[in-house]
């Protein structure tokens, strides 16, 4: 009997933490697109797809730590009046994919400078983590085994990201989120267009996402 009553002690306890815990967590999901990026002179990029999946954990009512996982889509085409001698440069096509993942902190901003409603909000999403574009073209052109520290055949980066993310709340567990993020991304060694030009250039890149999803939250 006393091991019974040790075990429910237990067992309450454990699942009133557990219900604790879950009601400070909640899930970003946002789909959009995804502007700038490096290329080499002979091409140009033009918007791709953005997608972001984010679990949060909400430290109090005006800051929450956010881990996020991005993928953005990269495509360069053949520039409009590039010549090489007289012959123009065409049918010039390269595409890649960005991984990125991140740590964030979000600052509810609007709470904090008193022009949250009850039904709108307003935060600020500052963060940092790392990035690895796969570039299928260049890894298909390329023969051998690939040498290079990291994802093998990636060009990896750090990042540091800044987003700008005003929500309508719904219901009190689901907003709908609307996102204006900016990434910087370090140690870039290679342009976008790396099957055309794989020239190193040790530099850094930037991003621009907007899009729009949805927040929810797993407790009550």
Partial sequence: MKRLLTFLTFALTFSTNAQTVLDKLYIDLNTGT?????TSEATKVIPGIHFDAGLGYQLNPNIAIKGEFAVDS?????????????????????????????????????????FATENFGFKVQVGAGVASNSNTNYKNSTSGIFSDPGI??????????????????ISDRVALNGTVSFAILAKQNHYIDRSINNALINGTDQLMNASIGISVKLGK
């Fill in 152 to 169: 093998k055949g990636n060009d990896d980066m750090i990042t540091a990201t800044l987003g700008l993310n005003p929500q309508y709340r």
């Fill in 74 to 114: 990269y495509k360069a085409q053949d520039s409009v009046a590039k010549w090489d001698g007289q012959m123009k440069i065409a049918n010039i096509n390269d595409e890649s994919v960005l991984y990125r993942a991140t740590v964030n902190a979000v600052i509810n901003v609007g709470e904090l400078a008193g």
């Fill in 34 to 38: 995804r502007l700038l990026g490096k």
